[in-house]
């Protein structure tokens, strides 16, 4: 393996279907079909270490009513467990290491439409992971509506921030898409997340793999076969 790892995140607005791409196609196409096994890791947030997945769950239970401070500190506790826990010593040793959602989800959710502002956001993120900044990240983009639609018909059910009003979800879909990938064009990916899931993950498994060889992880372009 490689001496550094790499850091790859999948953000974008509720709806998007980030998680059954990492979790359908990402993963066994990355552990099984490229071979990487144990030397990938695929992590979630918030969640990952018991202590983030007890965030998690007080995070994203619908029951609950909490405060907008008390929101972005478990967000960033949780990331902090999670960088200290496992994402570091996984890059340190050479590791690909997956997270649905990472820091700029807290930027385009707190920072934009919670309006707590993207420098106090920027500050505890680099607080939190120790100054970790992904590599490559694949923003899932769709308009609001559409993503929450699917959320009405998904299995998964609503949780605590889905059922935000509609306002807030666009604000969340313009952070992303002016606060965050705007401002750090260069690990971004934007990818239309209006479309069959197929087509999505095809697309994201090649722009994947264009970064894989180009940092020496993969030799050379590899089939394209990715249809699963």
């Avoid at 010593?89 to 700029?104: C, H, M, N, S, Y």
Wanted: charged share 30%; hydrophobic share 35%; aromatic share 8%.
């Amino acid at each position: 393996m490689n001496k550094e790892g790499l850091l790859i995140t999948f953000e974008g607005p509720e709806g998007g279907g980030k998680t059954t791409l990492v979790k359908e196609f990402i993963k066994p196409w990355i552990q099984e079909d490229l071979g990487f096994g144990e030397n990938a890791i695929f992590l979630r947030e918030p969640g990952g270490t018991p202590i983030s997945e007890e965030i998690r769950e007080i995070l994203l239970n619908k029951s609950h009513k909490i405060g907008i401070k008390t929101e972005v500190l478990l967000f960033q506790a949780g990331r902090a467990e999670n960088c200290d826990e496992i994402i570091r010593p996984a890059l340190e040793t050479g590791k690909l290491v997956f997270i649905d959602r990472f820091g700029d989800s807290s930027i385009a959710y707190q920072g934009c439409a919670r309006s707590v502002g993207v420098y106090n956001i920027d500050w505890l993120n680099k607080f939190s992971t120790g100054g970790i900044i992904p590599d490559v990240t694949f923003l899932l983009d769709i308009d609001p509506e559409i993503g929450l639609r699917r959320r009405d018909n998904s299995t998964e059910g609503k949780n605590r921030l889905d059922k935000e009003n509609l306002d807030f979800h666009h604000r969340v879909r313009e952070g992303y898409l002016s606060e965050v990938a705007g401002r750090s064009q260069g690990r971004w990916i934007v990818i239309n997340a209006d479309r069959p899931q197929i087509d999505v993950a095809t697309e994201v498994m090649e722009k994947l793999e264009e970064r894989l060889v180009l940092r020496g992880f993969l030799e050379g372009q590899i089939s394209k076969e990715h249809e699963r």
